[in-house]
């Protein structure tokens, strides 16, 4: 690899500016901490999706038990209507 010095700001993510060029190269530092940080925002949308699937259910298990008991209210009073 060309020697290079740390770009400030930058270095954190494994950046380095060659002197001969000036051009800017990425170390396996910043390839790794690439990966990590689309793991965590994979594992973060994983959770997110997981917790909206769950409130979803409980909605609608909410919803329909509200249902079913409308349901059930509305056949009492036609059963008392009709009789």
């Known amino acids: ?3 290079g010095r ?3 700001g930058l270095s954190i993510l494994g950046y380095r500016r060659n002197m ?3 051009s800017m190269k ?3 530092c910043a390839c790794r901490y ?3 940080i689309l793991r965590e925002h994979h594992q973060c949308l994983k959770y997110s999706f997981k917790e909206l699937s769950e409130a979803v259910d ?3 298990e909410s919803q329909i038990h509200e249902l079913l008991t409308l349901s059930r209210i509305l056949e009492d009073r036609v059963f008392t209507l009709e009789s």
Do not use: H
């Open 1 to 3: 690899m060309a020697a």
């Open 20 to 22: 001969a060029t000036g």
């Open 58 to 60: 409980s909605y609608a």
């Open 6 to 8: 740390p770009v400030f």
């Open 26 to 28: 990425r170390t396996r």
């Open 34 to 36: 690439k990966q990590l």
